[in-house]
């Protein structure tokens, strides 16, 4: 069954007298990769921040599975928020706690279980996202770019959502382990039958993952098809799909 | 035909049957990790003895994630080291099939099955002792570290104002100047505040005890002496070790976690020159012009208790105050307020740029800023007090 998972329309931003978004819609359908591009300063986390809950839209609708979470209250929105899972750019790893103890901090919260069903849990999340046993009870200053990347995966994973925010997940990782990190989501959104929404610049790994992209243009998105959308007319859109970087990949797909 | 007996519905998680051909187990509703304590409580309801068989039917289930897939992993591997043959009516779950894969290799990690390993006798009998023992010897060496550490912290400071020394620009008097204004200036009204409330105070209390004798008058001497020598520059140095002590400890701190120190480092600026010198010295600067500041108020503040409690005219009040100091009472004073403020500042720079891996640490090291930063002033006050006895001042 398509329904949309996630539902923007019409959202508005504005920071005084700086329109950020005027009239944003976009809609994910479950089991889909959806990928949302855009110009520095084009307000992709900001729509993170207003789909996430952290901040409220001044118009607009935002469903997620098909209520509007800019008008709930807050324990609705806890409800809703346990729902979905979120890594953003640098980690957020809680400094102070153990990988072990980050992963199993969303379950603390939210589900009652007794403490050794909730380590062996928090352990079947940190194996499933490639890290090694050892990383279990290293602190993220110890760890490396990469396993603080599959780290915050394995906290967004803890309630098992269905959906799944990544910020920027390659960010900051060299092509190999980047193309190792697209792998793994693919493979958990297939496995695990999630729905990805991931801002990223990284035109590789929209390439690997995306089936859809919503392209920020002119305080609106653009949202299209991969092949659909790099045949788009915007001249912005051409020239983040059709630069020096880009050709390689259109020569690659045939698009 | 085999009757098939209804035995329990385990709130809505889960539906049992006992056949003859053994237990038939049908997963209903939503196996979500939001709902691990209702599938931990099904699960608990289910009495395997008795039955050789289990059979798993999933068709009616809605939902089942990874969280419930491992709990139903865990139940059936129990049921199988306990000698039970475990089958699912169709095809097994996808989920299940990606847990046991993930698992691979590794024991089935029930939390059931973790027998605690007994303690022998001895380990028993030597834990206590040996832990505090253990404990003790750690805590020294660490305060020796402390020790020889904050020397060193001294020794870089010293070396790195020394060299600031030898050109004006490596002082970086506008970064000095900027924390005179936030540790100084902006502690104006606080510091007044408290000043005035302590004179009143003292004022208050010894009016209520030199009356008695008949001398009333002396309250001034007691204010004008204790505000100028003693608690002028204590109160004011203790608000600023609160205020200021903590705020560099945070903010240096929160620049070693944001690794901006490494990259003052990397960039060739030495951060003690660039951070901390201009903190020290700053607050040098501020703390003697506070401690004025707390000395003109207490003053007033005598003045004003006299006149409206005591009935002491303005005048008199003055003419005693010039006879109650001597030339040295106000420097007595005033003389230790940068020795103070280094202190301070030394205490609150160094804890930050200790600081490391995590925010818990920052916390920690902000606290123990303040603690020490006070402690020391205190400390210092007392020798400050042997001493001037010692040189009759």
Known sequence: ?255 | MPIAQRLANGNGMLEVRRSEEGLELELTGEWRALRFGEIEAALATIDLAGTRRVQISTSRLAELDLSGAWRLHCFIEKARSAGREVAFKSAPPDQLRLVEQTLKGQSPPCSQQKPKVPLSLLEELELPAMRSLTLLGQRAVLNVRDVVSDLAFLGRMSVTFARALTRWRRLRPISIARHVYDTGITAIPIVSLIAFLISVIIAYMSAQQLRNFGAVIFVVDLVTIGVLRELGVLLTSIIVAGRSGSAFAAELGSMKLNEEVDALYATGVDPYEILVLPRVLGLVIALPLLTIVADIIGLAGGALLCRVLLDIPLTQYFTRVQLAITATTFWVGIIKAPVFAMLIAMAGSHRGMQVRDSSRELGRLTTLAVVQAIFMVIFADAIFAVLFLEMGI
């Open chain 1, 1 to 255: 069954m398509i329904y949309p998972i996630l539902e923007v329309i019409g959202l508005v931003n504005r920071f005084g007298n700086q329109l950020v978004h005027d009239g944003l819609s976009m809609e994910v359908r479950t089991d889909e990769v959806f990928g949302i591009v855009g110009g520095s300063g084009t307000g992709k986390s900001v729509l993170l921040r207003s789909i996430l809950g952290l901040q409220r839209p001044q118009a607009g609708i935002i469903r997620i599975t098909g209520r509007d979470i800019t008008r709930m209250s807050s324990s609705q929105l806890s409800e809703v928020k346990a729902r979905y899972g979120v890594t953003f750019q640098q980690g957020a790893l809680y400094s102070a706690l153990t990988v072990r103890e980050n992963v199993q901090l969303p379950m603390i919260e939210h589900v009652e279980m007794d403490p050794e069903a909730r380590d062996e849990l928090a352990m079947l999340k940190i194996r499933l996202t490639g890290l090694p046993a050892d990383a279990a009870d290293k602190y993220p200053s110890q760890l490396s770019g990469g396993m603080i990347k599959r780290a915050a995966l394995a906290r967004a994973l803890a309630l098992d959502p269905q959906l799944l925010f990544l910020d920027e997940p390659t960010s900051g990782l060299d092509p190999i382990s980047a193309a190792e990190f697209d792998e793994l989501i693919l493979y958990l959104q297939k496995e695990l039958h999630l729905t990805v929404v991931m801002i990223t610049h990284d035109l590789d790994s929209i390439f690997r993952t995306c089936n859809r992209v919503g392209v920020i243009v002119d305080r609106h998105m653009e949202v299209d098809t991969l092949e659909g959308i790099v045949n788009n007319p915007h001249p912005w859109i051409q020239a983040y799909f059709h630069g020096e970087r880009a050709r390689l990949h259109l020569e690659h797909h045939g698009a």
